[in-house]
Nanobody
Framework: QVQLVESGGGLVQPGGSLRLSCTASADFFSAYNMGWYRQAPGKQRELVAAVTRGGSTNYADSVKGRFTISRDVAKKSMYLQMDNLKPEDTAVYYC?????????????WGQGTQVTVSS
């Protein structure tokens, strides 16, 4: 079973920064598409940032220019650098690995880490 372990969440003031980390046990780590999702109370889980196995990235409009997704294949880790945080960024953040093979692929999720932006 692929396991993802997240860290880096916490309480931060508006305008502050956090860096989320996600470390995987997966073999063939570089073959996965990877992403960060978040879910606030009463809202659907949404894609925040993603990087494909080909290296292209995309971001939700609400975080463009503030968040950066990256990965380190050697460390089997992915990161989300969050700058200029806003209260509306408050949510539980989840890392995701998508194995894009087979009939429908497979998804693996981290345990979630709480990010709270408040003064």
């Amino acid at each position: 079973q692929v396991q993802l372990v997240e860290s880096g969440g916490g309480l931060v003031q508006p305008g502050g920064s956090l860096r989320l980390s996600c470390t995987a046990s997966a073999d063939f780590f570089s073959a996965y598409n990877m992403g960060w999702y978040r879910q606030a109370p009463g809202k659907q889980r949404e894609l925040v940032a993603a990087v494909t196995r080909g290296g292209s990235t995309n971001y939700a409009d609400s975080v463009k220019g503030r968040f950066t997704i990256s990965r380190d294949v050697a460390k089997k880790s992915m990161y989300l650098q969050m700058d200029n945080l806003k209260p509306e960024d408050t949510a539980v953040y989840y890392c995701n690995l998508e194995w894009p093979f087979g009939n429908h692929g497979r998804d693996y999720w981290g345990q979630g880490t709480q990010v709270t932006v408040s003064s």
